[in-house]
């Protein structure tokens, strides 16, 4: 029989109405009595990590919840964590990261309504996140509405609908239906034999910046004083504006500074390739990071995990670039 351990984080599924509007209230131990009461077929236990919106989640509770995954590694055979939906899959992706080589599962979960409501759907993702977790595969997942989903990949698209989450640029892992898990044959779920690692020294000084016609170029110079590593959402494949409001001189400044500078896409789907128009490869310096087809929720936690290993931006580009837990499929 397997043991899992439950971590609880916070989010719409522990939450109860408050005097300004939904909270989390509700215990590890009443959601670790839910899931007992469905005889899945396993051992239970849980711990509470914090209780809050994953509004409020930061780089340093992603941390928390890595640390106790670890500490925790040899006493259990998977991992369920319950977690808000706004930002699951930053720390989806960050937990990727900071649990190199991991050899069990590791699901994170959450619902779009509270688990005590009459309408919830957090009943069906946290025994489909249990039965994943209780699966002989390794790495992280986030498990919603049926769908096992990368860690790297998951992206919120929708703000009410049970079916909140998509896999982004890359297939989904397994559906889960009427308690049985189909597996996408084309996607990799094994690790191998190497030792787990705990890589949890993160720099948070990462900014996000959504180009829109007329950013101000002098953005930039705040930019540069206040952060190490800055990635720019910019147009289509990635470009730039090189006219007018031209901002390809001050992404060259940020570079000269010892700025990591990461390049993306504001489109959901397909990746970045700036060779393709003059307005990407103007901004195509050669230490400048392609993001190629990794998602937001991603680029941004590696950002800042490569930077909390290293100043020198010809290694960070090296790291961003790098596969990891399927996070880029472009090459």
């Not at 595969?137 to 769908?147: E, H, R, S």
Request: hydrophobic share 40%.
């Amino acid at each position: 029989m397997k043991k899992l351990l439950l971590l609880t984080t916070g989010g719409t599924i522990a939450s109860v109405s408050g005097a300004n509007g939904l909270i989390p209230g509700i215990t590890d131990t009443e959601i670790a009595g839910y899931l007992l009461e469905q005889n899945l077929g396993c051992t239970i236990e849980s711990k509470a990590l914090m209780e809050i919106d994953s509004t409020n989640m930061q780089p340093e509770c992603w941390v928390r919840i890595a640390e106790a995954i670890y500490e925790s590694y040899c006493d259990y055979d998977g991992f369920v964590i319950t977690h808000g939906t706004d930002t699951m899959g930053y720390t989806a992706a960050a937990l990727s990261y900071m649990l190199q080589n991991i050899a069990k599962p590791v699901v994170m979960t959450g619902s779009q309504v509270p688990i005590h409501y009459e309408n919830t759907d957090a009943g069906k993702n946290l025994v489909d996140a249990v039965r994943f977790a209780s699966e002989d595969i390794g790495g992280v997942f986030l498990v919603f509405d049926g769908k096992a989903i990368h860690g790297t990949r998951a992206v919120k698209v929708r703000t009410r609908s049970y079916h909140a989450f998509e896999s982004i640029n890359h297939p989904y892992a397994a559906f889960i239906e009427e308690g049985e898990i189909r597996y996408n044959k084309s996607v990799s779920l094994l690790r191998g034999d190497a030792e787990m690692k705990l890589e949890v020294s993160l720099c948070p000084d990462v900014f996000l910046l959504k180009l829109h016609p007329g950013t101000k170029p002098e953005l930039f110079d705040f930019l540069r004083c206040h952060y190490r590593g800055v990635i720019i959402e910019g147009f289509g494949l990635g470009g730039v504006p090189n006219q007018g409001r031209s901002l390809v001189r001050k992404i060259i400044e940020l570079l000269q500074s010892g700025i990591a500078v990461v390049m993306t896409t504001q489109c959901l789907e397909e990746g970045e390739d700036r060779t393709l128009y003059e307005v990407g490869r103007l901004a195509a310096g050669e230490l400048i990071i392609s993001s190629k087809d990794m998602n937001t929720e991603a680029i941004v936690p590696k950002l800042m995990w490569a930077l909390g290993k290293t100043d020198d931006l010809g290694e960070v580009k090296r790291m961003m670039e790098t596969p990891i837990a399927e996070d880029i499929t472009i090459h």
